[in-house]
């Protein structure tokens, strides 16, 4: 997500231009700085998220002799799940 204001269509062009090699690789919407930092901020919370999740699970896997490695392993290939789509057929 590129954050740009409203009224800078050049910045946009100029970020775009120096992270040329970076974006070519990716599709990188533009919107407005607001909802450009609510991404961030969200994407971090979420990551948090998935960290204090599997934290906790570790601790059920310790209990129960399960391999929390392989547990989250398979939470991010489990198909129809949304965690990982790449990985449906």
């Known amino acids: 997500m590129l954050g740009v ?10 970020v775009r231009e120096l992270y040329a090699p970076i ?4 599709a990188v919407p533009a919107d407005r700085l607001q909802t450009a930092e609510l991404v ?5 919370a979420f990551l ?5 999740f599997i934290n906790a699970i570790s601790e059920v896997c310790e ?20 965690v990982n789509s790449s990985t449906r057929d």
């Open 5 to 14: 204001q409203e009224d800078s269509q050049r910045a946009e062009s100029a």
């Open 23 to 26: 974006l070519e690789r990716c």
């Open 40 to 44: 961030k901020v969200s994407a971090n």
């Open 48 to 52: 948090a998220t998935k960290i204090s």
């Open 63 to 82: 209990a129960a002799g399960a391999d929390v490695s392989l547990l989250a392993d398979a939470l991010g290939t489990t198909h129809g799940s949304g």
